[in-house]
């Protein structure tokens, strides 16, 4: 606490790289400030695009979900038949 009150801390004056001659001239800025937005925006696009182009070329598996109907019927006909269910 005691180096931030004596003016060493982050946001000391005189180390912003602008007052040390290092900051990038003004048509790099004026190209560098929308980036992390362009980033983010792109990302997500790509997030949208992938869930998108999965679910359209979803292969539905007939046969599988016929067969796991069977098997949710048999066990309840054979319950059935033992008396156990109505």
């Known amino acids: 606490m005691m180096k931030l009150t004596r ?3 982050a946001g000391a004056p005189g180390r912003h790289p ?7 001239p ?3 800025q004026e190209v560098l ?3 992390p937005i ?3 925006v792109s990302a997500d696009c790509y997030a949208l695009g992938t869930v998108g182009y999965r679910v359209a070329n979803f292969h539905g598996c007939e ?5 796991l109907q069977n098997q949710i019927q048999d066990p309840g006909t054979d319950l059935t038949c033992e008396g ?3």
């Open 33 to 35: 400030w929308p980036l």
């Open 26 to 28: 003004s048509p790099c």
């Open 84 to 86: 156990m269910c109505s």
């Open 63 to 67: 046969d599988a979900a016929l067969e």
């Open 7 to 9: 003016g060493g801390g």
């Open 18 to 24: 602008a007052a040390l001659g290092l900051a990038p």
């Open 38 to 40: 362009y980033f983010l």
